[in-house]
């Protein structure tokens, strides 16, 4: 994250004037309680400093400030690496020299003092020739420092070399950059741009080498800015490599980039004429035309979205009317083009409103236009199978260009399309149907089966029951259900009364005394009205769906045939 972000230039010129002024002052402390004071011999350059995570090059002479003594030197050999961290990572460094470190400017030379209780403490460090409780002086040149920046969660950004301008380029910019492009531990080179080339910020250039993932970390650098860029694989060139580079399938890259200029582009708070909102939109228009003709569909949509952002405060209501009707029309032509027909209808529509509310002499010269735009919503349409919205745009566009070829065959097509959904869901229903007709028919042929036997004789049992409330029946557990009625043991019963109950309530082995003519006429009766309401629940089941579904003229045909 920038840590300027917001600042304006106003606020950066209020800073360096301050700190200018404390560098004058010669040596100042960087703590609340002085531990650690540095005085600026040589001014560095840019903006930017060290932060947590950032690797610096340095050369060091360290000292003893009571003796002189130095018990470290570089400037006879090559300069060392320093991570700056929270705590020290080796002998060499303290905690106030990564302080005073994260303080400096590219290039900049400066004196360090640090007291014992952020250098060696109480022990010191006999090792390094360095007593207990010694004040260190430290001079440290930032010969150059590398910054581990995080770019979304995607991405992973060393910033090499600042860059010196305050802005970043913005979509449809035209940059000037050179780059290599290798591995991420930087052991293979792919492919190396080290003469200076151009591309267009935002468009497609994925055939030249240029992915996606690239596009986006070159839109967050500043002018003349050097950074290192590690892309991941679905960023890139994902699971097909790239065969041109010799870049292996799913293969994280590492890209070293140098953006050494770029166009600015103006925003629409930065345009305050209409002539120049005019001559801006009619840019970005043609350009995404251009790359429409290309079919970088992708790109002639940004396109087409940037200019539509100048419209709201356009003047020329005439203008803005013809134009925004012709962007629209342009925006619902890339989202066919993406497969997006819901987008295409809605682009589509905003295109026709705006035509119906200008003048009529636009609308005369612009009928062929909108007839386009007409042909694309029926296009919409016609991928959603919305047949009769379709038709009418078909229609339409037709009534404005009355000799297109193109519409005409297109409803030609539009009405074999209705006529083949119409035969597949009559073919669908009459299917449906037959499956039904012919389960109705095994069931009204099946013998009457053991189940529907025992549902007769239960219904038998129990209106007997209910003419004799002392009885109780009993399940004797066989195979063929059978019922015995046993007399209700009370001190009121008698063997008169047992001797006077029907023959078939009577306690005995013998089959039911029920007619079987009339048992197996009740058996078929009640089989006959299960399969009725069995049968009209599912025509009805099915009407329902037809009628949710909106098929009723194909079920109907269904059934006619």
């Known amino acids: ?67 002189g003594q130095v018990f470290a030197n570089t400037r006879d050999s090559e300069p060392i690496q320093i991570t700056c961290t929270k705590e020290p990572q080796n002998e060499h460094v303290t905690e106030g020299l990564l302080t005073a470190l994260r303080t400096m400017r590219k290039g900049e030379k400066s004196q ?89 910020l935002g468009v497609d250039y994925t055939e030249a080498g240029i992915t996606s993932g690239l596009t986006r970390c070159i839109s967050q650098m500043r002018g003349s800015e050097e950074s290192k860029f590690i892309i991941p694989s679905k960023l890139c060139w994902g699971s097909k490599g790239y065969p041109p580079h010799n870049i292996p399938p799913d293969t994280d890259l590492c890209y070293r980039v140098k953006l050494l200029d770029f166009e600015k582009k103006p925003e629409k708070w930065d345009v305050k004429e209409d002539s120049e909102r005019k001559e801006v939109i009619l840019s970005h228009k043609q350009n995404g035309n251009v790359m429409y003709a290309a079919k970088r569909y992708q790109a002639a949509r940004r396109y087409y979205k940037k200019a539509s952002q100048f419209l709201p405060d356009l003047e020329d209501c005439a203008f803005k009317d013809s134009v925004s009707t012709t962007i629209d029309s342009n925006l619902s032509a890339v989202y066919l083009a993406i497969n997006k027909p819901q987008k295409a209808i809605q682009h589509a529509d905003q295109s026709i409103l705006s035509w119906q509310i200008t003048t009529d002499e636009f609308k005369q010269s612009s009928s062929k236009s909108v007839a386009k735009t007409y042909y694309r919503r029926a296009k919409a349409y016609y991928a959603i199978k919305s047949w009769d919205n379709a038709r009418n745009d078909y229609n339409s566009s037709l009534s404005l260009d009355p000799g297109n070829e193109i519409v005409s065959k297109s409803l030609v097509q539009l009405e074999l399309a209705v006529k083949r959904e119409e035969r597949a869901q009559k073919a669908i ?99 006959r009205e299960e399969q009725i309401a069995a049968r009209w629940m599912f025509i009805v089941s099915f009407a329902f769906l037809a009628f949710v579904y909106n098929y009723w003229d194909a079920m109907f045909a269904a059934l006619g045939d």
């Open 429 to 527: 229903w009459q299917k449906t149907f037959a499956k039904l007709d012919n389960v109705l028919k095994d069931e009204l042929n099946t013998p009457t089966t053991e189940k529907m036997e025992e549902k007769v004789s239960v219904k038998n049992e129990a209106k007997a029951a209910e003419s004799n409330p002392k009885l109780v029946k009993v399940d004797t557990g066989t195979d063929t259900i059978k019922t015995k009625v046993v007399v209700e043991s009370a001190s009121s019963s008698s063997d008169d009364d047992a001797a006077s109950l029907p023959k078939k309530y009577t306690d005995s082995d013998e089959d039911d005394s029920i007619d079987e003519k009339t048992k197996r006429e009740n058996v078929a009766k009640f089989a």
């Open 1 to 67: 994250m920038d840590p300027f972000k917001g600042f304006s230039m106003s606020d950066f010129k209020r800073i360096e004037e301050e700190e200018r002024q404390r560098e004058e002052s010669g040596t100042r402390p960087l703590t609340t309680d002085g531990s650690v004071s540095k005085q600026i011999l040589q001014r560095g350059s840019g903006r930017e400093r060290p932060r947590l995570g950032s690797v610096a090059t340095v050369h060091m002479v360290a000292s003893l400030q009571e003796s």
């Open 112 to 200: 360090i003092i640090v007291q014992p209780s952020v250098g060696y403490g109480e022990d010191g460090n006999s090792k390094l020739g360095v007593p207990p409780n010694s004040v260190l002086i430290f001079e440290v040149e930032l010969i150059s420092f590398v910054t581990k920046l995080e770019v979304g969660d995607d991405f992973q950004k060393w910033l090499l070399s600042e860059g010196n301008d305050w802005d970043t380029p913005r979509f449809s910019a035209k940059c000037t950059l050179t780059l290599t492009c290798s591995s991420t531990d930087e052991s293979a080179l792919y492919w190396q741009k080290s003469d200076p080339f151009e591309i267009i």
